[in-house]
């Protein structure tokens, strides 16, 4: 790859997805809030939904967060608790990967739930369906880096991809330099994750930021039923 295609979708793009990504999720909160909804087809299909989306949701939080603080956490810290880019690479793989099957097989399951069943798919729309086809491919390409991987267990490579992500939020614009040399696999999954994000305002993935937290701490709540004394059944007189 040449270095101004690098420079383009690797230096450019994540800026244009980041944009897109504040911009589109603010106004669309701001104009749809009742569209703010994962929209579910439980009734429709209970089981396979249930495994499929524990599964993919368990996997993809741990990915996300394993992404989120293995590369913006900076250089200098894991150095400081004696953490070798080696080991670092190597929880990543072993991490990553058992996550990564999770993830796929719970996809796996929504996807063929989204399209081989007549009322699931008649419910659905064209975005639904196009996402979570988007998120499998992205789930396989991340899989698919582990082999890659495994050739580079001094951790270098992936102090390449560190660099690259701090680079970018501390908008340094030769970030796109630190990757310029790494395999098109690798390329290829940081496209399509930017382009994800593009994707998010406009599709149910926004359901993510409604997370119902402060039902954790919320003050309890006790239905007490009262008897009511004041009207009492009448008597009738016996007869006589």
Known sequence: ????????LFGIYPYIALVVLILGTAIRYDREQYGWRSGSSQLLRRRQLIWGSVLFHVGVLVIFFGHLVGLLTPIAIFDALGISHGAKQLLAIV??????????????LLVHRRLFDARVRANSSTTDTLIIILLWIQLALGLMTIPVSMQHLDGEEMVKFMSWAQGIFTFNFEASSHILEVSFIFKAHLFLGLTILLLFPFTRLVHMLSVPLGFFWRPGYQ????????AQPTRLPAAE
């Not at 239905?223 to 004041?230: D, F, I, K, L, S």
């Open 1 to 8: 790859m040449s270095g101004y295609i690098n420079t383009l």
């Open 95 to 108: 991490a990553g990967g058992v996550a990564g099957v999770m993830a796929i097989i719970g996809a796996s």
């Open 223 to 230: 239905v007490v039923r009262e008897r009511n004394h004041r």
